[in-house]
C-alpha cells in the first residue's frame, strides 16, 4: 500500500526559501521515479522536478535554477528545497510515485506553499 505524506509548506515572503518533505512507505523512493507536482487554483496541476532511479533529476523552466529535489534513501524520503520564491510558486505541492506509462500515483494530501 503506497503512502506519501508531503510537510514542510508555508507562507514566506517573495525571496524567501522553504524545504518540503515527501515521507514514502509501501515502495522504496530509490527504485523509482519520484517526482514533484504542484496545482495552483484555478490551474492544471503541472511537474516541479522529478528524480530517476540512477539519480538524474529533471526540473521544469520555472523550477530550474531555483529548486532542488533530492532524496534520502535511508529515511525513504523525497525533499524539494525551494528558493527564490516568486509568488507564482504559490500552490498546493504534492509527490508522486511514477507507476510507468507516463502516470503517476498520488497518495498524499500536499502541503500548501504559499508567497506574498
Known amino acids: 500500500h503506497v503512502q506519501l505524506v508531503e510537510s514542510g509548506g508555508g507562507s514566506v515572503q517573495a525571496g524567501g526559501s522553504l524545504r518540503l518533505s515527501c515521507a514514502a512507505s509501501?515502495?522504496?523512493?530509490?527504485?523509482?521515479?519520484i517526482a514533484w507536482f504542484r496545482q495552483a487554483p484555478g490551474k492544471e496541476r503541472e511537474a516541479v522536478a522529478a528524480v530517476v532511479t540512477d539519480g538524474i533529476k529533471g526540473y521544469t523552466h520555472s523550477a530550474k535554477g531555483r529548486f532542488t529535489i533530492s532524496r534520502d534513501n535511508v529515511k525513504n524520503t523525497l525533499y524539494l528545497q525551494l528558493n527564490s520564491l516568486k509568488t507564482e510558486d504559490t500552490a498546493m505541492y504534492y509527490c508522486a510515485k511514477d507507476r510507468g506509462g507516463g502516470a503517476y500515483e498520488f497518495g498524499g494530501q500536499g502541503t500548501q506553499v504559499t508567497v506574498s
Open positions: 509501501g515502495f522504496t523512493v530509490s527504485t523509482y521515479c
